[in-house]
């Protein structure tokens, strides 16, 4: 496959997607009152990297590669970006958290759209690993792209996939780890040091980009150097980010890993998104 040097659309159209998006995945939490909306806004503009750039082939009729939301708790983000797509209907969409509904607080592999169920922190990226191998071993060149959080990276099982992928020389393989500095429980480098985080991934073998996780700009530049390096390595991207991005209330702040806000708060959300 080609690389193709010019993005579809401004960024201003990405920034303005990214919070349309982000508006949407509100009103789920809200109307449902479960979900995980501080992590589904940091990383929110790398799903919009990832399906609207065209860099990787992610749509309902040409879905060629893979992607795995590991961090399967924001999966909530991810159904607003399938709807959109048109992998969903809006119908289906507004079913989240309801009864009967296919779109729960994790990913299903039995929905259109979504490759793997995940959620079990640390199990995604040895999932893409095993993807990449099998395809190469049926002569494909399609990539696989798998999106951890920074404190998921605690997960032993994260470090044996890395190990796997280097050994095996899986460059199809894209690790994309949003790097909001924030776990569930506190800061992550007060939980259990991550840094130099760069550095340890190299050290395992891979090549890796350091970027602004709220730049389109970066990070479609990072996927494109990803997807189309000539190097056997497997491919790290660094993405910078703020969980609760876009909220001058919730960003940088500990407790909105998974409060539901409140009728005041959404509607504040709603108005500093608009």
């Known amino acids: ?28 939490i809200y109307n449902a ?34 992607f795995i939301l590991s961090k399967g708790h924001c999966a909530t983000a991810l159904y607003a970006v399938l709807q959109d797509c048109g992998h969903i209907s809006e119908d289906e969409l507004f079913s989240y958290g309801k009864n009967g509904t296919m779109l729960g607080g994790h990913p299903d592999y039995r929905l259109q759209g979504i490759d793997v169920t995940s959620g079990s922190l640390g199990m995604g990226l040895g999932i893409g690993a095993g993807i990449v191998y099998a395809k190469r071993k049926d002569g494909s060149d399609s990539a ?14 994260i470090w044996e996939a890395a190990m796997f ?45 350091d970027v602004d996780g709220h730049s389109i700009e970066q990070l479609i530049s990072s996927m494109k150097n990803a997807r189309y390096t000539k190097s056997n ?26 409060k539901v806000p409140d009728e005041d708060e959404y509607k504040k959300i709603i108005a500093e998104l608009s």
Not at 144 to 157: A, I, L, Q
């Open 1 to 28: 496959m080609e690389e193709s040097n010019k993005n579809p659309f401004s960024e201003a159209y990405y920034i303005q997607k990214s919070n349309l998006l982000r508006k949407n995945t509100t009103t789920l």
């Open 33 to 66: 009152r479960k979900g995980h909306i501080g992590g589904c806004f940091s990383c929110m503009d790398i799903l919009v990297a990832l399906y609207y750039s065209g860099v990787f082939q992610l749509s309902p009729d040409n879905r060629a590669d893979h």
């Open 144 to 157: 696989t792209v798998v999106m951890t959080g920074d404190g998921e990276c605690y997960e032993g099982s």
């Open 165 to 209: 992928a280097s050994h095996h020389s899986l460059c199809k393989l894209i690790w994309v780890i949003d790097r909001n500095q924030l776990c569930c429980l506190d800061e992550t480098e007060d939980c259990l040091k991550l840094e130099p985080l760069s550095d340890r991934i190299r050290a395992f073998g891979w090549e890796v980009q």
């Open 233 to 258: 390595k497997p491919q790290a991207i660094i993405a910078n980010t703020i969980k609760g991005k876009g909220v001058s209330f919730m960003e940088n702040q500990l407790i909105w890993h998974h």
